[in-house]
């Protein structure tokens, strides 16, 4: 299993910032990438950003440049820094993990409890 637990959200004005955590834990090895979510009421789950084994990151298109994953490997951390915080960021953000196939076994995700990012006057 792989356990993840998300923290820094909170209410923040519009363009200012928030540095999210993702702490995981162990299956660590198996692990291909790790991402973040979000989902707002009553809209779809989407990607936000990804990092990969290798480093590889990719962003979902409504970033616009505005955030950056990061990965502390040392520190079993993954981080999501949000700049320009527009009210449209407003949602739960999930910590993800993507486990690596296995050739015997289903690898699921694994999830966090999600932490609430709301950007409002």
């Known amino acids: 299993q792989v356990q993840l637990v998300e923290s820094g959200g909170g209410l923040v004005q519009p363009g200012g910032s928030l540095r999210l955590s993702c702490i995981f834990s162990?299956?660590?090895?198996?692990?291909?990438?790790m991402n973040w979510y979000r989902q707002a009421p009553g809209k779809q789950r989407e990607l936000v950003a990804t990092?990969?084994?290798?480093?590889?990151?990719n962003y979902g298109y409504r970033v616009g440049g505005r955030f950056t994953i990061s990965r502390d490997n040392a520190k079993n951390t993954v981080y999501l820094q949000m700049t320009s915080l527009k009210p449209e960021d407003t949602a739960v953000y999930y910590c993800?993990?993507?486990?690596?196939?296995?050739?015997?076994?289903?690898?699921?995700?694994?999830w966090g409890q999600g932490t609430q990012v709301t950007v409002s006057s």
């Open positions: 993800n993990a993507h486990m690596k196939p296995s050739p015997t076994d289903y690898e699921p995700d694994y």
């Open positions: 990092i990969d084994v290798i480093g590889y990151i």
């Open positions: 162990g299956r660590i090895a198996d692990i291909y990438s």
